[in-house]
């Protein structure tokens, strides 16, 4: 399996992981040949990457935080207890809780270290999909904190409520390509207020999870909202989630502005470790998270280019790479393995991409405006 960007499929691909739409509906299922109206389609969607089936990487496993299965049951669950709960018709979070079980299980199951995130979302809204990977990643780095399974669950539940207020914030504020004027940005700076106000009441012995939700946007200096809250006055469990949802939120592309790699967005989170965000959970993302996830294409600093296929433990930084390119572009007719956590003179130089010339490494880091980080 490959990662292929949506502006260079080609029909004859074939799918190699599955398109789930923000609703939990599957728009593709692995196996289907691409032809021109699904490429079309997977682009109206929104879509920006997509896993092809690939001969030469046959035997590569996405290692990813969760399951497609419980990925799939987590969005239906989301869509179905939300809008439930939004029309007053569900007073509990019982479908939800029980979700939480399962993710926690699933990840603390999995005997990985180290993950890819698996990206496949729909730009735009797709707020369902945002909450289960930053529940998932919150999940998994809570694991490697130290964290109860009592705590891991306080988390979970914060982790998939933290955004569900921007059902109140109008789409032409939350998808604005601009800056946003003065008072849409006081409305944008409600939504935790409304994610709590969607809990209150159906999770009132889940205080934790509330105040997850109510500080996922607090900074450790005190620029953060909805109150500028200080170091000690940001629950650890809130410096979790506000990791992962600026990490999964960089990652994609938004109205006004270019996504980050996941190189580039664990390099941001690096950047601001101790200023704006949480040290510790900052290392343990840098220990456990691979900035080339598998299925990625990426430019060795011998001017190879090569699909990362398999994580070392440990290590995240140095895969194992199979070399596809010479430093020349040619393809190569028999692809070879480089693990780079053996040979050290080799390293990964940037995240490539392929165009109609071939492939060129993704030089054109986006700007970082302040804009960016309010997802
Ligand atoms: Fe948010």
Redesign the pocket.
């Known amino acids: 399996m490959i990662k292929v960007r949506v502006q260079d499929l080609k029909p004859g691909m074939i799918i190699g992981y599955p398109l789930l739409r923000d609703d939990g509906v599957v728009l593709l299922r692995e196996g289907v040949t691409l032809t021109n109206r699904l490429i079309v389609r997977i682009k109206e969607a929104g879509f920006e990457y997509v896993y092809i089936h690939d001969r030469r990487f046959r035997d590569v496993d996405l290692e990813e935080t969760i399951s497609y299965d419980v990925r799939r049951q987590a969005l239906l669950t989301l869509n179905d207890s939300f809008f439930s709960i939004v029309k007053g018709k569900q007073t509990s979070l019982e479908p939800i809780r029980r979700l939480v079980d399962e993710i926690i299980d699933e990840v603390l199951s999995s005997k990985r270290s180290v993950v890819s995130l698996v990206q496949l979302r729909q730009h735009d809204d797709a707020v369902f999909s945002h909450s289960v990977n930053v529940s998932a990643l919150s999940v998994f780095l809570g694991r490697f904190l130290g964290l109860s399974r009592q705590q891991l669950r306080m988390l979970a539940l914060g982790s998939l409520m ?2 569900l207020g ?1 059902v109140k914030v109008p789409l032409e504020i939350l998808n604005k390509p601009g800056k946003l004027l003065p008072g849409e940005w006081e409305v944008m700076r409600n ?2 207020l409304w994610s709590v106000e969607l809990m209150t009441g159906k999770a009132p012995e889940e205080v934790v999870s509330i105040m997850v939700a109510l500080q ?2 607090e900074r450790l200096d005190g620029s953060g909202y909805p109150y500028g809250l200080l170091e000690n006055d940001i629950h650890f469990l809130s410096r979790i989630c506000a990791c992962s ?1 600026v990490y999964d939120a960089l990652t994609v592309d938004r109205p006004y502005r270019q996504r980050f790699s996941y190189a580039e967005a664990l390099e941001y989170l690096m950047g601001n470790a101790g200023k704006l965000f949480d040290l510790q959970v900052v290392t343990a993302m840098v220990r456990h998270i691979a900035p080339y996830p598998v299925g990625e294409t990426v430019r060795l600093t011998t001017g190879e280019i090569g699909v990362v296929v398999k994580l070392n433990e440990g290590l995240p930084i140095r895969p194992v790479v199979r070399v596809i390119r010479d430093q020349n572009g040619n393809a190569l007719e028999r692809p070879r393995d480089i693990d780079l956590l053996k040979e050290l003179t080799v390293a990964i130089l940037c995240q490539a991409e392929e165009d109609a010339e071939g492939f060129y490494p993704r030089n054109e880091v986006p700007p970082i405006t302040e804009r960016a980080f309010l ?1």
Request: hydrophobic share 0%.
């Open positions: 933290h955004d921007k939504h935790p996922h946007h949802d997802d």
